[in-house]
Antibody
Framework: QVQLQESGPGLVKPSQTLSLTCTVS??????????WSWIRQHPGKGLEWIGY?????????????NYNPSLKSRINISVDRSKNQFSLRLNAVSAADTAVYYC???????????????????WGQGTTVTVSS | DIQMTQSPSSLSASVGDRITITCRSS??????LNWYQQKPGKAPKLLIY???SLHTGVPSRFSGSGSGTDFTLTINSLQPEDFASYYC?????????FGQGSKVEIK
């Protein structure tokens, strides 16, 4: 059973770079053709999709990323296959980036009535990041 | 971006009640609509995808319906473990967007 675990600093200074890692256990990050995603939740608020990276051993589309345009200029999501991890880097952070950050596995092959759908079916427990000097 | 609007934002109900949460999208998303449950301090869990298909292991008292721009999540015979927040999410086009959430509280 695949499990995800976020790690990284809980406190980041304004204007610096937030770096988080999600370690995948119980399965290889390259098996199954999943989308490895980041989502955040501001204190007491709803969920915001940050972006994903697609990885698959057998696909020429491996490494494809898709980012939220609201954050696109500041983010980078990458995969480290050797460590079975994927990572988020968010540059030039401000207090508005204070949030709980979740990593998740997104399955684009959820079958229903002959069609395939996307859904985030495995989540990490979340890590709180505070931006403050 | 596609805007997702849920109602109500919160509701009080009793164990055994039947409740309905509504989600409306700002444009036609066919049935590319998911529902998640989130308990305090925990990560969300996928309940329903494709507007009406139950994810593996989700109890049958949960059901979803709708297409186009209007969707509903229904919980029949509310159980103590169902008191939580619920979010809809569209996966018709990126950026994926979520509703603001609906909190189900004990009456």
């Amino acid at each position: 059973q695949v499990q995800l675990q976020e790690s990284g600093p809980g406190l980041v200074k304004p204007s610096q770079t937030l770096s988080l890692t999600c370690t995948v256990s119980g399965g290889s990050i390259t098996n199954g053709g999943y989308y490895w995603s980041w989502i955040r939740q501001h204190p007491g608020k709803g969920l915001e999709w940050i972006g994903y990276i697609y990885d698959s051993e057998s696909s020429r589309y491996s490494g494809t990323t898709n980012y939220n345009p609201s954050l696109k200029s500041r983010i980078n999501i990458s995969v480290d296959r050797s460590k079975n991890q994927f990572s988020l880097r968010l540059n030039a952070v401000s207090a508005a980036d204070t949030a709980v950050y979740y990593c998740a596995r997104e399955d684009g092959g959820l079958l229903s009535r002959g069609n395939y759908y996307y859904g985030m079916d495995v989540w990490g427990q979340g890590t709180t990041v505070t931006v403050s000097s | 971006d596609i805007q997702m609007t849920q109602s109500p934002s919160s509701l009080s109900a009793s164990v055994g009640d039947r409740i309905t949460i509504t989600c409306r999208s700002s444009q036609n998303i066919l049935n590319y609509l998911n529902w998640y449950q989130q308990k305090p301090g925990k990560a969300p869990k996928l309940l329903i995808y494709g507007a009406s298909s139950l994810h593996t292991g989700v109890p049958s008292r949960f059901s979803g319906s709708g297409s186009g721009t209007d969707f509903t999540l229904t919980i029949n015979s509310l159980q103590p473990e169902d008191f939580a927040s619920y979010y809809c999410q569209q996966t018709s086009s990126t950026p994926w967007t979520f509703g603001q959430g609906s909190k189900v509280e004990i009456k």
